[in-house]
């Protein structure tokens, strides 16, 4: 198993092998010092509460425009677009 990380790929290995990093002077990283941490690839899509959904929709009726408002929400138009035609 591989991760990469920056421009690195970084590999996992067993613990017994740690030995013949050493051994070989092979640097290596214990992920123990938490100096990391983990991203999953792909895009999750951002969920609004009610009252989010609430204020979106005052933004729009109050002339905020949709672009204006993904940005201020941090969020796609599309998805915007989707709480304006309640579709969300």
Do not use: H, P
């Amino acid at each position: 198993m591989s991760i990469k990380y920056k421009d690195k790929v970084v590999v996992i290995v067993e613990i017994e092998d740690i030995d013949k990093l050493n051994e070989s002077k092979i640097k290596y990283e214990t992920l123990e010092n938490g100096n990391y941490y983990v991203v999953q690839q792909g895009r999750k899509r951002k969920r609004f509460n009610n009252e989010q959904v609430k204020q979106i929709k005052e933004d729009l009726d109050n002339g905020l425009s949709i672009r204006k408002c993904a940005e201020k929400w941090n969020t796609d138009t599309k998805l915007i677009m989707r709480i304006k035609n309640n579709e969300y």
